[in-house]
């Protein structure tokens, strides 16, 4: 596969810049991959989309509103940090924009010098070590100073306090429990209390893993053939009484229903690994690309990806997973359904419109 086979056009204004008033009013383009036909729905049109038995699978990851500003302490040079992840006390993984130099040693002043951390490895590529000199203060800072790390096509000002506080609300899903994401499972925001208990009534039923959503979500391919991409690890997790309900889901006929790319993704590595879903917690740089057998996932949820992206890749080939014979064939009616959701005028991406594929 080449990446060019992941293009598309999208006029900028498509792009949404922040989510509708009400959630579940967001537009649903449903994709019939057996035959390619699309319908045009809502997401409050979705407990007549499935049927008694179904299962959604949800992913109960927390975003971190870790996206902290600050200084150099030697030059007093603006930075900005994400941080990704922590990897012992006081010690974070984390993503460093400057102006200046990332050099180990150099020391740094965040949250209106609340905090103060010192690089203690450049890792290349704007990822860096940082320690934190008080390991107790970094939750407490990041609740307090923190902002949503919302994606770069979504356009915040640094001191656009409104969007900071609508984001910190809206780029987090009605469940989210478990912090960890630097990037909300899109898909997921779609749903409120009210649908998840429509939808309970209709027969439907849900259950949640996790599956922290990390930086290489926004990556790009950027080689030209797909297989030489490499996939960053995501962190994920599925307890007992999710795995016993997807096997009672998959057993009695109905069907497993994932909400998300990331669900996807945490489903078919478990399964991949031991061959059936089954309580598990680890971490995945499963790839999924046309062609691909999927051995969980019936039916799957998703907002509208970025060209090239490994998420539109996913899609690609879930949608071509009805007919194995033909690897080119998810890439086609995806591609037809997106550019039929330019012509009626979708909103894209995170805080976009969604496609239902069954």
Avoid at 91 to 98: I, K, P
Avoid at 103 to 113: E, F, I, K, M, Q
Avoid at 182 to 205: C, I, M, N, Q, S
Avoid at 282 to 309: C, E, K
Wanted: net charge neutral; with cysteine.
């Amino acid at each position: 596969m080449k990446a060019a086979d992941f293009d598309y056009d999208l006029p900028p204004e498509l792009i949404a810049q922040q989510p509708l008033p009400e959630r579940s009013a967001s537009r649903m383009l449903v994709l019939h991959r057996s035959s390619g036909a699309i319908e045009h729905c809502v997401v409050t049109d979705l407990p007549g989309e499935l049927a008694c038995g179904d299962l959604l699978v949800l992913n109960d990851t927390r975003v971190l509103p870790a996206r902290l500003f600050g200084t150099w302490v030697d030059t007093g040079g603006r930075l900005e940090v994400l941080l990704l992840e922590e990897k012992e006390p006081a010690l974070w993984e984390a993503m460093l924009r400057s102006a200046r130099a990332r050099r180990a040693g150099r020391h740094l002043l965040l949250a209106d010098g609340r905090a103060r951390a010192a690089v203690e490895h450049d890792g290349g590529g704007g990822r860096v070590l940082i320690r934190f000199d008080s390991p107790g203060s970094v939750q407490g800072i990041i609740a307090e100073y923190g902002v949503p790390p919302v994606p770069p096509y979504i356009k915040r000002p640094e001191n656009a306090t409104d969007k900071v506080r609508m984001d910190r609300e809206r780029y987090q899903t009605v469940y989210a429990r478990v912090p960890g994401a630097v990037a909300a499972p899109t898909a997921g925001l779609h749903f409120t209390d009210e649908l998840l208990d429509e939808l309970a009534r209709a027969g439907v039923a849900h259950t949640f893993l996790t599956l922290h959503v990390g930086p290489g979500t926004f990556r790009p391919v950027k080689v030209e053939e797909v297989e030489e991409h490499v996939m960053e690890s995501e962190r994920y997790s599925i307890g007992e009484p999710a795995a016993a309900a997807i096997r009672h889901a998959a057993s009695s006929g109905g069907r497993v229903v994932a909400v998300g790319s990331t669900t996807v993704r945490a489903l078919e590595a478990v399964a991949a690994e031991h061959g059936s879903i089954a309580a598990a917690t680890g971490r995945t740089g499963l790839f999924i690309r046309p062609p691909y057998s999927f051995g969980v996932v019936d039916a799957m949820l998703t907002n509208f990806h970025l060209p090239r992206s490994t998420l539109l890749m996913m899609i690609c080939a879930f949608a071509g997973a009805h007919d194995g014979s033909d690897s080119r064939r998810g890439i086609r009616i995806v591609m037809s359904a997106y550019r039929e959701a330019v012509r009626e005028r979708y909103r894209f991406y995170s805080y976009g419109d969604c496609m239902l594929i069954i």
